[in-house]
């Protein structure tokens, strides 16, 4: 087990400080807080009964009851997901690797999180893709045809020098908010007895005001709550009021059990009761995950949330707190409502979600973005990709317009690496056997893949956001997009990915090291405008210190 530190790092002390304090004092003639339940708007006194809790919301079986490391003695209610990592293929057998794509950050902050308590994460909180796609990168913008595009970098691997690295980048196009047009947004949260801890509700409402000030007369805000029963705080305000926005949220408290369900229906109802043609309409659900289902059944939620999906409400969530952190329920809501799932451990992530990455949170501008690659055998002998271990789609699903895949926001950057070994190198994985009918010796007649052109084929499908007919894009790569001296969002995103990996104790670090991957971050981390690269930096040396 590895050994718990203490670590005291003042920043966070701060942070925490300044979430719990920065909710704006409400005004003489505000209502007190109330102690147990929320307000409730008694015009929809039926739909804020009191229901039944029938059962606790039930999550994939590859959820783990966590008894062996320390984090998770701590924090024993807390649930995630465990996903196999891909592994090394070759394309001989397998030649099309199909994934949808994935914009949610969560599980970067949450390292975050468990690293500024001074432990490592569990293993299973960890998803590569995640902690690489928390960062911005200066993608190129697409050149109009489509409203995102995709280039191709390929390198050399910095955890394995036989090795190389293999960068898919996505870019979506940056939009105004103005441009974006006006908002419809309807913020369930819950007021439960579990949400009464400073880094939740207090934080919740502080995250509220902040988006608040940056929203306009055209946008609609209302506020549904849920905890023993579900009601309407506010509904339908113009954004732009503050004040009353403000009002309503220094009415609310927490207490009471949890029954999600009953709120997630009356959010929506609120959501079309006050929907914008041609605008962002969204639920937002902010929680600390402790969620039951209450009188709809998994699927039955499951099957509401895709068919408010369909007609034209997205849900996002925002997870809360420490302790009771239902990951894996929160990310399967916000994938099953087009939505993104962020993580917010401080006052500073609300900002960087809900205001420096506004309109890539709350503007969609595709939907159901798929990657398909095709690995040419004659160039590429084996195949990884890194991260998306629970993204990935069967190769006939890339064509399937009823298969659901992720969305991509304005502004929006994903990256995806494949690790790769080339032809004519000499260098093979561990894990794929000698061939049987096809002679494993002839190694010298190989041809090297520096000799041919066409390395991989990408194919990137996608729907726009009122649309359910896919558009197709593709673009081949090989020789022509190597480079022994890649940019440096290349070098810092691979370091990144390096950190996830020695995080994971994945199988695949090989050579992987803190050291190494620190030295290149600092080597690549740019002009960095909000600080988030210069902190990785400072979480990588606390995960080097917490690991030996």
Known sequence: MKKLFIVTIAVMFILSAVASGCSKTATSEAPAMEESKPSVDTSRDEAAEEKEVLGEFQFSQNSKDYTDSEAEAVYPNEGYDGYRESEFTTPMDDPLSTLSIDVDT????????YLSEGMLPPVDAVRVEECINYFSYDYPQPDGKHPLDAYVTISTCPWNEDRYLARVAIQGEFISKREAGPS????????????????????VKSAMELLSDNLSEDDKVSIVVYAGASGVVLEGCDG?????????????????????GAGIELAYEIAEDNFIEGGN????????G???VGPSSTEELEKLIEEKRDGGVFLSVLGFGTGNVKDNMMETLADKGNGNYAYIDNLMEAKKVLIDDMTS??????KDVKIQVEFNPEAIKEYRLIGYDNRLLNPEDFNDDKKDAGEVGAGHSVTVFYELILTGTGENSANIDDLIFQDNEDKEEEVSAFDIDEWMYVKIRYKLPDEDESKLFTKMAGVDNFTYHPDDDFLFASAVAEFALLLKDSEYASDASYDSLIERAKESKGDDE????????????MAKTLDD
Do not use: H, W
Not at 249 to 254: I, P, R
Not at 281 to 288: A, E, G, K, P, Y
């Open 290 to 292: 402790d969620f039951n």
């Open 184 to 203: 419809n947004l309807v913020f369930l949260l819950d007021v439960s007895g579990s949400m009464n801890d400073r880094n939740k509700l207090p934080l």
């Open 361 to 366: 949170t709350l503007y969609t501008i595709a």
């Open 240 to 260: 732009d009021d503050t004040k009353k926005i403000e009002r309503a949220l220094d009415k609310l408290s927490a207490g009471g059990s949890t029954a999600g």
């Open 281 to 288: 309409n969204r639920v937002i659900l902010c929680t600390d």
């Open 530 to 541: 909000f600080g988030y690269r210069a902190q990785f930096i400072q979480l990588a040396d």
């Open 106 to 113: 969560a599980s970067y902050s949450n390292i975050r999180r």
